[in-house]
């Protein structure tokens, strides 16, 4: 798929991998705005999401998460996706007042193209990707080949503990358009 710019030269979509997550209200309406919201307000295009996995909130007392993957293309550059994500977040009432609190609706960029990228509000690979199973997992689910950080996922899978992931019984692709 290409994407004419306004110079009129076509502008390559780029790939990206968004994890979905929320353990306040709503949980399931949650993600699913989200996920409309960005393709109402961006460029972007949702292209596969992943089934819904539900755990325990982990580094904090709260509910439990519900928590998935989508596969996004879009135009935007990754500081630029991450200004989107941050202004849904926001739009959707997510408060950030510390790191470990629960949320409506918490948006990571988990992998952009196969980039490398590190700045002061942005680190792709998410730091924290190889580290939590109810992200690597669903990413499982729709892009089973992927390495990360020199690494396929699935190695990275089977070192974590653990925790007591869910396969949530509903769909976020039901109803998204």
Same mark, same amino acid.
């Given at each position: 798929?290409?994407?004419i710019c306004?110079?009129?030269?076509?502008?390559p979509?780029k790939?990206?991998y968004?994890?979905l997550?929320? =353990?306040? $209200?709503d949980?399931?309406g949650q993600?699913r705005?989200?996920?409309?919201?960005?393709?109402? %307000?961006?460029?972007?295009?949702?292209?596969c999401?992943?089934?819904i996995y539900e755990?325990?909130a982990i580094g904090? %007392?709260?509910? *439990?998460?519900? =928590?998935?993957?989508?596969?996004?293309?879009? *135009?935007?550059?990754p500081? *630029? #996706?991450?200004?989107a !994500?941050?202004?849904?977040?926001?739009s959707m009432?997510?408060?950030? #007042?510390?790191? @470990?609190?629960?949320r409506t609706?918490d #948006?990571d960029?988990l992998?952009?193209? =196969?980039?490398?990228?590190?700045?002061?509000r942005?680190?792709?690979?998410h730091? %924290?990707?190889?580290?939590?199973?109810?992200?690597i %997992?669903?990413l499982?689910?729709?892009?089973? $080949?992927?390495f990360?950080n020199g690494?396929?996922? !699935?190695? @990275?899978?089977?070192?974590?503990?653990e925790?007591g992931l869910?396969e949530?019984?509903?769909s976020?692709?039901?109803?998204?358009?």
């Amino acid at each position: 798929m290409r994407l004419i710019c306004r110079g009129g030269h076509p502008m390559p979509l780029k790939k990206a991998y968004l994890g979905l997550g929320s =353990n306040l $209200g709503d949980r399931l309406g949650q993600m699913r705005a989200a996920l409309e919201l960005l393709e109402l %307000q961006y460029p972007i295009r949702i292209v596969c999401v992943s089934p819904i996995y539900e755990n325990r909130a982990i580094g904090m %007392q709260g509910d *439990d998460f519900l =928590n998935a993957v989508a596969e996004i293309a879009t *135009d935007l550059d990754p500081q *630029d #996706l991450l200004d989107a !994500c941050l202004f849904v977040e926001s739009s959707m009432g997510r408060k950030r #007042l510390a790191e @470990w609190t629960s949320r409506t609706i918490d #948006l990571d960029i988990l992998l952009y193209e =196969n980039i490398e990228f590190k700045t002061e509000r942005l680190t792709v690979p998410h730091s %924290q990707l190889t580290k939590r199973d109810f992200v690597i %997992q669903p990413l499982l689910d729709i892009a089973p $080949g992927l390495f990360v950080n020199g690494r396929l996922l !699935c190695d @990275w899978l089977k070192e974590l503990p653990e925790i007591g992931l869910r396969e949530y019984p509903k769909s976020l692709s039901e109803d998204l358009n």
